[in-house]
C-alpha cells in the first residue's frame, strides 16, 4: 500500500497506482480529456493536472501519468491549478469550438469568454483514438505524423490500410466527435445548448476526422477519401 | 598519409604511439594546417587546402599540407595556419585560393600583410604542460600580435577544446601526443570505478547540455541502479539556432568524447555507448564514425581495452533533426526506434532508460570534459569557475559582434568581457541591446546586465539560461517583438506535438506576438501573452514546452517599451518590422547613381539616371534591398 496525501486528507492505494486513479477512486474529481480506462496513460491533455510537493519548490505535474508514490502531497484544486486549467480549457474551447466535452469542461470551470480567435481545428489530438486502436483492437491502423505545427493523426501513406477493421472504435473514443453542437458557428459555441447526437455531417463539417471509410454514422464515405464530396453529390443527384 | 595501425595494450604502446603523434605534430618541415570544419568549409576551405595541395605538389615543396579542426576564430574564416620548425605558428585568416601562392612563396618568412597573429606555443590543459613553437628563438613575426595578446583569445581557457585546432580530428597518433587515452589508462590502472565517480563528483561538474544538473550525481545514481547493462549515451543532437559547440568538438577532436565515454563506462560498469548526433552534421558523423573505427582498430575500444578487463563499444545513431530530440527521453525514444516524444519523468533515465536499462546521459563537452578531470584531479578543476558552476563553458558567440567564434571561458566571466573584450562589441559603432543565451529555451538579457556573470544560477536569475552555449549578441537593429517571434516560430515548429498546452500554445504566442509586430495588437493582447506563457510554462511536460516562453518573457520583462510602442503607437523603434516602417528615398542626399534600381524585388523605384529616384510605397515589398546598395544613405526608414 502506499499512503499519500490529496487536499489534505490522507489516502492510501495499491502500489503501481496513479495520481489520477488514486484521487478517482476516493472520488475526487479531476478533469481529464485524453485519459480512457484501459488505455495506456499519455499525458496530452493536460487538463489532469494537480500540484505535487510542497511550496515554494510544488510544481504541476499531469496527474495521470504521475504515479502514486509514498508521502507523496497532492492537490488536485488549488489556485494555481485551477488557474491553469481555466486557461487550457480557454485554449481549448477555440481549438475545437463545436466539442461538447470541451464546452461542458470549460463551462464546469467558470470559463465564461474565450479570448482567442476560434479555429475550428477540432481535432485536440488527444491520441484516444491512436491508443484505442493499438492497444484494444491491437490494429494499428492510425497513428501520428510529422510534429509541431504539421502533426496529425494519420494512416500510412494517408490511405486506409488492410489492418484496418472499420471497427469504429476510433470514432466512439473521440472526445471531439461524439456529440458535436450543432450550433454551426463560434458565436453560439459557449451556449451550452447542444442537440443530442446527430451524426457528423460532411456538410457543415469540412473537416470531419474520422476514419471510417465509409463513415459509420453518416454512411456515405470517409473525409479522407478524395471523392468523398463527388460521392455525397452522387448520392443527392440519385435522390 | 596511409594510417598505422597500432595494437594499443599497454602504456608503453600508447607511448609509442604518442611519439608518432609528436612527430605528426611538430614535425622538422614546414607544415601548413587548414581550419577543415563545417565552418570553416562553410567559408570556402576546401578550395584553400585544394589550393595549397595543389601548389605543395607541382612545385615539389617539402611542406607538410594536414587539416584540422576549428580553430575558433569563424569570422575569419577560412584559417591556414603554418608551421615553420623553430618559429611560432602563423595563422592567416580569410584565405583565398588565389593567396595560397603568395603565402607559400614567402615562406619560411610569413606574409604579414595576410597574416592575423602567431601562436608562440599551445596549452594543453589535459597534461598542464605547453608546447613552445618557437623553441625559445623569439616569439615575434614582424610585430604580429601573439594569441596570448588577442583580446578574442586572452581571456579563453581551452578545457574542452584543448585539441580543437592544433590536431588532426582523423589522427589517433597525434590525440596521443597530446595526452589522450591517458586518463583512460589512469582510470583503468590506478583507479576503481567508484573513486572515478567520486573524482567527477568533487570536480563539481554540472551537465552542458542546459540544465546543469550535477554529473556526479547523475552518475552516482546510474552506479546505484539496479539492472543490467548499463548504456552511456553521448548527447550530440546540438540544435539551438545559431550554436554549434558540439559539432565543432565532434569535428574538432573526436577522440575526446570517445576516452570520455570510456572512462563514465568504467565508471558506472556500462559496456555499450550510443552517440546520438543528428544527420544534419555529416561532417560530425564522418569523424566520429572514423574515429570510433580508428579506436577498435587500435584495441581502445572492444574487449580489454589497453591491457585491463573493461569492455566497452560505442555506436552511432543518428537522429533526423528534431529539436525536441535533444530532450533525453525523447533522445532514447528515438534510439530505440519510436516518435521523439519526451517520457514523463520518473522513472529517469538514470533507472530507466535506453531499453529500460539505467543510463548514463551526458552532453558532447560533459563527455569531453571528464578526461581532463581524470587527469588532473578534481581539485585542478574545481579551482576554475565560480563557487556553484566549475570549470568552462564552450559559447558560439555570434550575432552582431566584430569576432564571432567558438570560444571557451572561466564560468563567472562577465557577459561584459565575453561581448565586448572576446567578441570586440558590436561593429559599425552601434551599441548592445540585449544578449540571448540559451537558445529558444533561453531569454534575452538587456545591455544593462552586461555586468552579469556567466553561471548556472546568475542566468537564471535574469530570466534566461545557460543552456548548451548559444549567445547572440543584438544590437540596436534589432527588434525585441520580432526576436520574439522569431523563436517562438522556431518552438512552434519544433514542439513535438504531444502536451496540448505547448502545441497549442507556442502557436497562439506566435499569433498574438505576429499581430503585435503587424501593428494590430492591444494592450489585452500582452495580458494574454502573460497568461498563455504561464500556462505552457505551468502545464508542459518536457523542458522544450517549460522554458519555451521563455524568450517571450524576458522580452516582455525587459523591452516591455518596445512591445507597447508596436501597439500605442504603431511603430517599430528599431525599423524591423515590415507592416510598420517604410522605405523613402532623400531627395536631397539621393544623386540618382541607380545602384538601388536593379535590386528592387518590387520593381519600386522609378526615376532617371543621374536625377532623383522615388520608391512608389504601393509596390514596396520592404525586402531593405535598397537600403544595403545606398552608398549615399539616401534611404531613409521611418
Known sequence: MVRLTINGSPVQVDEGYTVLEAARMYGIPIPTLCHADGLTPYGACRLCVVEVGAAPRSKLVASCTTRATEGLVVRTNSARVEHARRLLLELYVATSPQSKRIQDLASAHGVQECRYEAKHEDCIQCGLCVRICNEQMIAGAIGFAGRGTTRHVSRPFDRTSDVCRQCGACLYVCPVCELRCQAGTADTALCNGCLNFSPPCFNSYDDAMCFLDPCHACELAGPFRADARTKIRATATAR | MVERVHHITDLEELERVAIHGRAS???????????????????????????????????????????????????????????????????YGRVTPKQVPDILAALPEAKTDLALAIMTGDDNPLTGRRWDYSNGHGPKVDGLPSYAELPLFRRQLRIVMRNCGILDPASLEEYAARGGYHALWKALWQMQPAEVVREVTASGLRGRGGAGFPTGRKWQAVRDAKGSPKYVICNADEGDPGAYMDRGVLEGDPHSVIEGMIIGGYALGAHEGVIYVREEYPLAVERITAAIHQAERSNLLGDRILGSSHAFRISVAKGAGAFVCGEETALIASIEGRVGEPQPRPPYPAEKGLWGKPTCINNVETWATVPVIVARGSAWFSGIGTERSKGTKVFSLVGSVANTALIEVPMGTTLRDVVEEIGGGVPGGHKVKAVQTGGPSGGCIPAEQLDLPVDYESLNAAGSIMGSGGMIVMDDHTCMVDIAKYFLDFLQDESCG???????????????????????????????????????????????????????????????????????DRTCPAKVCKELISYTIDPVTCNGCGACVSLCTGEAITGEKNKLYTIEQARCTKCGACLESCKFDAVLVN
Open chain 2, 498 to 568: 504531444k502536451c496540448f498546452s505547448c502545441r497549442v500554445g507556442t502557436q497562439r504566442m506566435k499569433e498574438i506576438v505576429t499581430k503585435i509586430s503587424e501593428g494590430k495588437g492591444t494592450e489585452q493582447d500582452l495580458d494574454v501573452l502573460e497568461d498563455l506563457a504561464w500556462m505552457v510554462a505551468e502545464t508542459s511536460l518536457c523542458g522544450l514546452g517549460t522554458s519555451a516562453p521563455n524568450p517571450v518573457l524576458s522580452t516582455l520583462r525587459y523591452f516591455r517599451s518596445e512591445y507597447l510602442a508596436h501597439i500605442r
Open chain 2, 25 to 91: 605534430l611538430y614535425p622538422e618541415r614546414i607544415k601548413i594546417l587548414v581550419g577543415m570544419a563545417t565552418c570553416g568549409r562553410a567559408a570556402g576551405a576546401e578550395e584553400v587546402l585544394e589550393k595549397v595541395r595543389e601548389v605543395v605538389e607541382k612545385q615539389k615543396l617539402p611542406y607538410i599540407v594536414a587539416e584540422t579542426g576549428c580553430i575558433g576564430w569563424c569570422s575569419q574564416e577560412p584559417l591556414l595556419d603554418i608551421w615553420v620548425p623553430g618559429r611560432p605558428r602563423v595563422t
